[in-house]
């Protein structure tokens, strides 16, 4: 959801838990990372932009994220 506002924009949230939630989340994490950068070496940002945001528009998708974000994701700022 992050990615569908913003492609360059980072999810602020960590992964906690047990040794294996916490794996478990950052491997999910660093895959859609890495789908996400696939898909920008084929198609131009404003495309991938538009699918994610299809995506996370996606009713039943936001209902099973809303017990780990109940505000919805949001960007961090990042200071360069």
């Not at 990372?33 to 404003?46: F, G, S």
Request: net charge negative.
């Amino acid at each position: 959801m992050v990615k569908a506002e913003d492609p360059d924009g980072r999810c602020p949230s960590t992964c906690s838990g047990t040794p294996a939630a916490s794996y478990g989340c950052s491997d999910g994490a660093m895959d859609a990372e890495n789908q996400i950068r696939q898909l920008l070496t084929v198609h131009d940002k404003k495309k991938v932009k538009y699918y994610l945001q299809t995506i996370a528009s996606d009713q039943e998708g936001n209902e099973r994220i809303k017990s780990y974000f109940p505000d919805r994701p949001r960007a961090e700022k990042v200071i360069e």
